[in-house]
């Protein structure tokens, strides 16, 4: 097709022209690393790739990931055990805060109880992983994605290099091995979420003491060391290892991009450890994916330890696959030359063009950690509005990983569970213009396809568009091309589609053929008085 040969055209110019600056800009990188890991204790696995931008920029992403389309993730962690929402262990700290309050009013003021001692309260007494997975599956996810650390610095499998973990406190399960047994029996790509290269900074929180009131100046538990837990629960354990505060504060403990004028930057110790601990989890549990929740890579760009670990990944595979690179690494905030060497990651939003390399977006229906809130105030994203995300993300090149909060004892709620299930319903009806499909010339017409909706540098663009029945998103699939409208025409009505000129044969998923006409101005579908479903409509044109 013409049409197609211009696109590929027009979107690699911009990545050929990006590509004359790229080594170059590798080279500025490499200068910037400071902070070299030690891999003599977890060896990355030699092979084709080195860790640098030049060796990694000749990566593909595999077919199998472009045609999953969807995965849904467990986001599941020690900050779920409150119920009280996303990052509960750095906000627990800043007195004003509702998870301040929140904390010190349902068990004691924060110089008595820390995070650590909600960790030591989760039990997760009900979970059943192959349950979970399976359902999932049922509903139409074609990979399963599991916290393995978060912000918080505590592991969910029995790591070598961090004490502070859930075979030992808290659970006292290996809850990364749960899952990956789940996915290896239901045979789903397992992919793990790493976090913690930020607990440096995210924890500086800890460090603290109120500024007023009767506990005025009484230091918060992210000061104890190992000394002070005599007794305690904790005897034996140093929270330091959880915490990460054996360091200056940092200016502005909220930095998140390593700036060395506003943060202190990791030492050495603190970068080996955090290398270590993933390829630990690597090693042992062989994710299909690995997502990264840093900008670029972790310790980015001062240290070398996200380059070794993607390299290590990157090689593994290979030799895993009879020399073909099946593995996927993600990152966020990347430059063009970076997405030549992992996947684009956009957190909670989208661009609002088709990228010329596969990506993904991941957001949620709820709040990252579980929110009891949601459910009280029912105010989870719809089924609807997550499939509205799924067909425009498909439209563009990309997958959609989407977290379903887990509750503290491992299930999740009746309302998360009726989301899930009418997803699953319209999956099984109009899967096929989802899977395996690839961004046609155009991604979309429409209001919203006309709209300017730019991301900000992570992302965090959802919902500033409304979708509309005129809102219509392609993909196709060999020569069939899948029309899908965001919001539902009344029965009976006309959808005009202005990129198509002319049909074989026009069929509505889910109910069957209708009639149409071509005209010059495009073409005209008739669609039928009952309606196959109240979500989005599918139109597969051949």
């Known amino acids: 097709m013409k049409r197609t040969s211009l696109l590929i055209t027009a979107l690699t110019l911009p990545f050929a022209l990006a590509a004359q600056n790229s080594y170059n800009s590798a080279q500025e990188a490499a200068k910037a690393v400071t902070v070299k890991v030690d891999t003599s204790r977890e060896p990355i696995h030699k092979g084709k790739y080195k860790p640098t931008w030049e060796s990694l920029s000749d990566y593909e992403c595999p077919t199998w990931f472009r045609d999953a389309k969807f995965g849904i993730w467990a986001h599941w962690g020690p900050q779920c055990q409150p ?55 049922e509903c139409g996810a074609k990979y399963f994605f599991a916290l393995a650390n978060h912000h918080d610095n505590f592991d969910l499998w029995d790591s070598k290099y961090q004490p502070w973990n859930t075979t030992s406190i808290g659970p006292k399960k290996n809850l990364i091995a749960g899952w990956a047994a789940a996915c290896r029996k239901l045979g789903l790509p397992l992919g793990l979420s790493v976090h913690a290269a930020h607990a440096w900074t995210w924890y500086e ?19 104890l060391t190992k000394a002070d837990g005599k007794g305690t629960w904790w005897d034996g354990l140093d929270p330091q290892d959880l915490y990460e505060q054996r360091h200056e504060l940092s200016k502005n403990s909220g930095e998140w991009d390593w700036d060395p004028a506003q943060v202190t930057v990791p030492d050495q110790a603190y970068c080996d450890r955090f290398y270590n601990r993933t390829m630990d989890l690597i090693n042992k549990y062989d994710p299909s994916v690995v997502y990264f929740d ?27 696959n009879n020399g073909r690179n099946k593995m996927v690494v993600t990152g966020k905030v990347l430059k063009d030359w970076h997405k030549k060497a992992i996947v684009w990651d956009v957190e909670r939003g989208a661009p609002d063009r088709i990228q010329p390399l596969p990506w993904q977006t991941c957001t949620c229906i709820g709040s990252w950690h579980y929110d009891k809130r949601h459910f009280y105030n029912g105010t989870y994203k719809s089924a609807k509005t997550v499939i509205q995300t ?82 219509i998103r392609y993909a196709i699939k060999g020569k069939t091309i899948y029309a899908t409208t965001l919001d539902v025409p009344q029965a009976g009505a006309t959808v005009k589609l202005k990129a198509l000129l002319k ?36 139109m597969k044109i051949e």
């Open 294 to 320: 840093d900008t670029v890579l972790p310790l980015y760009p001062f240290s070398d330890a996200g380059l070794q670990l993607t390299a290590h990944l990157y090689n593994k595979s290979m030799a895993e």
């Open 83 to 137: 119920e009280y929402g996303d990052w509960f262990a750095r906000r627990m700290y800043e007195q004003g805060s509702d998870a301040y309050t929140f904390s010190k009013e349902a068990r004691n003021p924060q110089k008595d109880f820390g995070f650590k001692d909600w960790i030591h309260e989760w039990k997760a007494e009900n979970w059943n992983p192959e349950k979970l997975v399976k359902l999932y599956q």
């Open 503 to 538: 049909a074989h044969r026009v069929t509505l998923l889910g109910y069957g053929k209708v009639a149409f006409k071509s005209s010059k101005q495009g073409l005209s579908i008739t669609l039928p008085h009952a309606l196959p479903n109240r979500i989005a409509l599918v």
């Open 205 to 223: 929180t800890s460090r603290g003491a109120d500024k007023t009131g009767t506990f005025k100046g009484q230091k918060y538990d992210g000061n």
């Open 390 to 471: 799924l067909v425009d993300v498909v439209s563009k090149n990309g997958n959609l990983l989407l977290s379903i909060p887990v509750r503290a004892d491992g299930t999740i709620d009746s309302l998360e569970y009726k989301v899930v299930r009418e997803i699953g319903a319209w999956l099984n009806v109009n899967g096929e213009s989802i899977y395996g499909t690839r961004p046609w010339y155009q991604f979309g017409e429409g209001p919203s396809a006309e709209a300017v909706n730019p991301i900000a540098e992570q992302g965090f663009n959802e919902g500033k568009v409304k979708y509309t029945s005129a809102d």
